[in-house]
């Protein structure tokens, strides 16, 4: 099992740029592939970016592609989005989730952080 944190949130206006980290507790982070996603007011949530264990391939939506950028660190247990160029629609609650292969879904999430792009 796995305990996840996320951080960076906050405010910033459209064209800006944020950096959310999720900090993984438990020794086996690095086995686990990793993924972001996003809920926002009266949405379902949404996939964002999603990163393999040895973070060798990495996925993104559509909507955030050329903009988003994510990475890990199995070192320091923790998984980033770098997010530029933000638009106000980028504006939810982002949400780090590991990836169990046993279940073949993401089976741990961390609190949320709240991005909010002010127009």
């Known amino acids: 099992q796995v305990q996840l944190v996320e951080s960076g949130g906050g405010l910033v206006q459209a064209g800006g740029s944020l950096r959310l980290s999720c900090a993984a507790s438990?020794?086996?982070?690095?086995?686990?592939?990793m993924g972001w996603f996003r809920q926002a007011p009266g949405k379902e949530r949404e996939f964002v970016a999603a990163i393999s264990w040895s973070g060798g391939s990495t996925y993104y939506a559509d909507s955030v592609k050329g903009r988003f950028t994510i990475s890990r660190d199995n070192a320091k247990n923790t998984v980033y989005l770098q997010m530029n160029s933000l638009k106000p629609e980028d504006t939810a609650v982002y949400y780090c989730?590991?990836?169990?292969?046993?279940?073949?879904?993401?089976?741990?999430w961390g609190q949320g952080t709240q991005v909010t792009v002010s127009s």
């Open positions: 438990g020794r086996t982070f690095s086995s686990y592939a």
């Open positions: 989730a590991a990836y169990n292969d046993h279940s073949d879904q993401y089976d741990y």
